[in-house]
Structure formats: structure tokens, C-alpha cells
């Protein structure tokens, strides 16, 4: 299930601490023009506070309604807020098949590619030093 909530964070040294995609002109999700957390800065005034996560849709930035606007106009919006900004959240449904992957996905199969690289490669060196070993 997903679930709107208000959360206030206060603007710190690397701004709000998160990132956005999407825009009327960058649709991320197809035939979505809405804004999405893509990104949680890592000590950054959204991971300090911890609700905000990646692929939550925000719906609202100081009451003003994020619908319909370009991607560059939300930065925009974003970076005027001022020091103490209110975000009305659509919480992303867990598991949802759209919606920005989190950078512990993104990890998690590099992780396996890595895998499947070196072991078949450390399994031929291993035969190859038995069979060279066996020779002597």
C-alpha cells in the first residue's frame, strides 16, 4: 500500500539530500509526468530525518502541487523553497514494477555479475593447476 505524508526537512550543507527525476519533459514513469525521489544523499538532511526514501513520488513542495511542470521548474522549486521546506510524499509501494530502483538493487547485481565473471575463471585456473600439478 502506499501512503501520503508531510515531511519537513531543514535545508543543511548539501542542500535537502536527495535528488528528483521526472517532469513533463523527462517522464520517468511512462505517462507520468510526476517528480520521484531518485536519489538519498548519504548524511544529507532526507537520510538524517530517514522517511523520505528512493522512488517516493512527491506530490508537493510547500503546498505548491508539483503536476504538470517541466523538470528544470521543479529543480527550480526545489532550490527556492528556502531553509525549512514542507514535501507532501506518496510513499513508493514496495516491490512496485515502476518507479526508480534503489542504488542497493543497482548494487546487489553488480555484485552477481562480478560473480559470474570471476568464478568460472578461478574454476578453469584451479583445473588447470591440478591437471599441472598432477604432470610433475
Given at each position: 500500500m502506499s501512503a501520503e505524508e508531510d515531511i519537513e526537512l531543514s535545508r543543511g550543507p548539501s542542500g535537502l539530500g536527495f535528488n528528483i527525476v521526472g517532469g513533463t519533459d523527462q517522464q520517468y514513469v511512462s505517462q507520468d509526468s510526476g517528480i520521484y525521489v531518485s536519489s538519498i544523499k548519504e548524511k544529507g538532511a532526507a537520510a538524517i530525518d530517514g522517511r523520505?526514501?528512493?522512488?517516493?513520488?512527491?506530490?508537493?513542495?510547500?503546498?505548491?502541487?508539483?503536476?504538470?511542470?517541466?523538470?528544470?521548474?521543479?529543480?527550480?522549486?526545489?532550490?527556492?523553497?528556502?531553509?525549512?521546506?514542507?514535501?507532501?510524499?506518496?510513499?513508493?509501494?514496495?516491490?512496485?514494477?515502476?518507479?526508480?530502483?534503489?542504488?542497493?538493487?543497482?548494487?546487489?547485481?553488480?555484485?552477481?555479475?562480478?560473480?559470474?565473471?570471476?568464478?568460472?575463471?578461478?574454476?578453469?585456473?584451479?583445473?588447470?593447476a591440478f591437471f599441472r600439478y598432477r604432470q610433475r
Open positions: 523520505l526514501q528512493e522512488g517516493d513520488r512527491i506530490l508537493e513542495v510547500n503546498g505548491i502541487k508539483l503536476d504538470n511542470l517541466l523538470h528544470g521548474d521543479a529543480v527550480n522549486l526545489f532550490r527556492n523553497a528556502g531553509e525549512h521546506v514542507v514535501l507532501k510524499v506518496l510513499h513508493k509501494i514496495q516491490n512496485q514494477a515502476n518507479g526508480v530502483p534503489s542504488s542497493r538493487s543497482d548494487k546487489d547485481t553488480e555484485g552477481i555479475s562480478l560473480t559470474m565473471i570471476v568464478l568460472p575463471v578461478l574454476a578453469v585456473f584451479a583445473i588447470y
